[in-house]
């Protein structure tokens, strides 16, 4: 079971409005992503962080902007949301397993609409 | 990270067992062959991983061939449930890159 958490799940808000996407972790990993994946597309890394206060760009250019001043929550904002901003964001947490080798886990994603 | 080829789409009989390759002819001695897949509406999950030898686990099998140079995820029994995007996905041990996704495969499972 996911121990990582989105919300909302689905959010339809109007152009030029601000909106922050909720990720959060519960077993403190340092490593956390999010995702953009278009409806039928590939998903695409816009934000990753090693740790509390570690925010990077990924390699798709996204006018969105990530914080990390708690381990547990890693948000995603955008200050004024556009129809190309409509896509699913899904957050993910890695984590070393017995072999060290890493895996990700994904949250449910949270699909917007913007209109 | 080394890429991967997987066929864009396969179809599979319920209860059948279901094979999806993956090329990865440019695999280096340190890459493992991860897999994930992503059912409707959801985000990926986690499926198996490998670096050498064949693996089992509860939800699939993974068969590398000797040379590393493909892979095979076997579903032993396909179910309604298991209609996914499948995604072969090699990444470096111990690297700090990112996992990176392709197309992946589109399975359809028919009754």
């Known amino acids: 079971e996911a121990d990582i958490y989105q919300t909302p799940r689905y959010l339809v808000i109007g152009t030029g409005k601000k909106i922050t996407l909720e990720c959060s972790q519960t077993?403190?990993?340092?490593?956390m992503y999010w995702y953009q994946q278009d409806p039928g597309m590939e998903l695409h890394l816009i934000h990753y962080?090693?740790?509390?206060?570690?925010?990077e760009k990924g390699d798709l250019s996204s006018e969105s902007t990530v914080s990390r001043i708690r381990t547990e929550h890693f948000p995603l904002t955008l200050e004024s949301a556009r129809p190309s901003h409509t896509s699913q964001y899904l957050c993910?947490?890695?984590?070393?397993?017995?072999?060290?080798?890493?895996?990700?886990?994904f949250g449910s994603g949270t699909r917007l609409t913007v209109v | 990270d080394a890429k991967t080829t997987q066929p864009n789409s396969m179809e599979s009989n319920e209860e059948e067992p279901v094979h999806l390759p993956c090329n990865h002819s440019?695999?280096?001695?340190?890459?493992?062959i991860h897999w994930y897949r992503q059912l409707p509406s959801q985000g990926p999950e986690y499926v198996i991983h490998?670096?050498?030898s064949n693996v089992n686990n509860r939800m699939a099998s993974l068969a590398i061939a000797e040379d590393r140079k493909s892979s095979t995820l076997i579903l032993h029994r396909a179910t309604l449930r298991d209609a996914a995007v499948y995604y072969c996905?090699?990444?470096?041990?111990?690297?700090?890159?990112?996992?990176?996704f392709g197309g992946g495969t589109r399975l359809m499972v028919k009754p």
């Open positions: 993910a947490r890695e984590e070393s397993w017995r072999d060290r080798v890493d895996g990700y886990t």
């Open positions: 077993m403190g990993h340092d490593k």
């Open positions: 490998g670096l050498t």
């Open positions: 440019t695999i280096s001695g340190t890459d493992y």
């Open positions: 996905i090699l990444r470096a041990y111990n690297a700090g890159n990112m996992l990176t």
């Open positions: 962080s090693y740790g509390v206060n570690s925010t």
